[in-house]
């Protein structure tokens, strides 16, 4: 009987450690921190930005339209509490990590011909706990790199499906999991790389210390965090 529904127990039971890990952290984290501030008052006047809106500061505020609406909702949503946000955090890390297991099922099957799903768990929980994802839990600006993850692990699930079951749905798929990955993350370079403006080089070659040095200048910008 447990043999039979080892497929069903092994991913509740992966989620299961994951919420028990990460929960503690989120419960404990200090809340809005550091670009929280300046991101989601940003998100709230401008929930979709443009691709000539790039904010005051670069750095903070690339073009990266799905990341700031997930702000816009949230704040709508939970107002200021930052519990609420980071729980959001942690649930799109929790369904990368489903993802990531079902890749690694795939890949068994595909080069060994049987899958062991307990193994896959056990890997796909290490892979969960490692220290440099508790970032997504404690820091509500990263969820950029959240729904990055979240979006990559799916387009890789379903190209691994796609190589088996050529049709074009999956395929559309792939290519709308790796838009939504796109418009989720920034740039290396603080920006797209359709969107260049000589007139910010200065911006640009500082890159994101300068950028921060300027932003620490302007006294009072936690204060106007503007929630209501």
Same mark, same amino acid.
């Given at each position: 009987?447990? $043999? $039979?529904?080892?497929? $069903?127990?092994?991913?509740?039971?992966? !989620?299961?450690? @994951?919420?028990?890990?990460?929960?503690?952290?989120?419960?404990?984290?200090?809340g809005? @921190?550091?670009?929280?501030?300046? !991101?989601?008052?940003? =998100?709230?006047?401008h %929930?979709?930005?443009?691709?000539?809106?790039? /904010?005051?500061?670069?750095?903070? @505020?690339?073009?990266?339209p799905?990341?700031?609406?997930?702000?816009?909702?949230?704040?709508?949503?939970? /107002? +200021?509490?930052?519990?609420?946000?980071?729980?959001v955090?942690?649930?799109?890390?929790?369904v990368?990590?489903?993802?990531?297991?079902?890749?690694?099922?795939?890949?068994?099957?595909?080069?060994? &011909?049987?899958?062991?799903?307990?193994?896959? /768990?056990?890997?796909?929980?290490?892979?969960?706990?490692?220290? /440099?994802?508790?970032?997504?839990?404690?820091?509500?600006?990263?969820?950029?790199? +959240?729904?990055?993850?979240?979006?990559?692990? &799916? =387009?890789?699930?379903?190209?691994?499906?796609?190589?088996?079951?050529?049709?074009?749905?999956?395929? *559309? !798929?792939?290519?709308?999991f790796?838009?939504?990955?796109?418009?989720?993350?920034? *740039?290396?370079? $603080?920006? %797209?790389?359709?969107?260049?403006? %000589?007139?910010? &080089?200065?911006?640009?070659?500082? *890159? *994101?210390?300068?950028?921060?040095?300027?932003?620490?200048?302007? %006294? &009072?910008?936690?204060?106007?965090?503007?929630?209501?």
């Amino acid at each position: 009987m447990l $043999r $039979r529904n080892v497929h $069903r127990i092994v991913p509740s039971a992966l !989620l299961l450690a @994951v919420a028990v890990y990460y929960l503690p952290k989120v419960l404990t984290a200090p809340g809005f @921190v550091a670009d929280d501030f300046y !991101l989601i008052t940003h =998100a709230i006047s401008h %929930p979709l930005p443009s691709l000539a809106d790039s /904010g005051d500061y670069l750095y903070f @505020v690339p073009f990266r339209p799905l990341f700031m609406l997930s702000l816009y909702v949230n704040h709508l949503i939970a /107002g +200021t509490n930052a519990t609420v946000y980071l729980v959001v955090n942690l649930a799109m890390f929790m369904v990368s990590v489903l993802l990531f297991y079902a890749i690694l099922l795939r890949l068994q099957s595909d080069l060994t &011909g049987h899958r062991t799903p307990v193994v896959a /768990g056990v890997v796909a929980l290490l892979y969960a706990v490692h220290a /440099g994802h508790s970032f997504h839990m404690v820091w509500i600006a990263h969820r950029t790199e +959240t729904m990055m993850l979240l979006f990559y692990s &799916g =387009a890789v699930w379903l190209t691994l499906r796609f190589i088996r079951n050529r049709d074009m749905t999956t395929y *559309g !798929l792939i290519l709308l999991f790796f838009l939504l990955r796109e418009i989720a993350v920034q *740039g290396d370079d $603080r920006k %797209p790389f359709f969107q260049k403006n %000589p007139g910010r &080089g200065e911006a640009d070659a500082a *890159g *994101g210390a300068g950028d921060q040095r300027r932003l620490h200048a302007r %006294p &009072g910008i936690e204060k106007r965090f503007a929630f209501s």
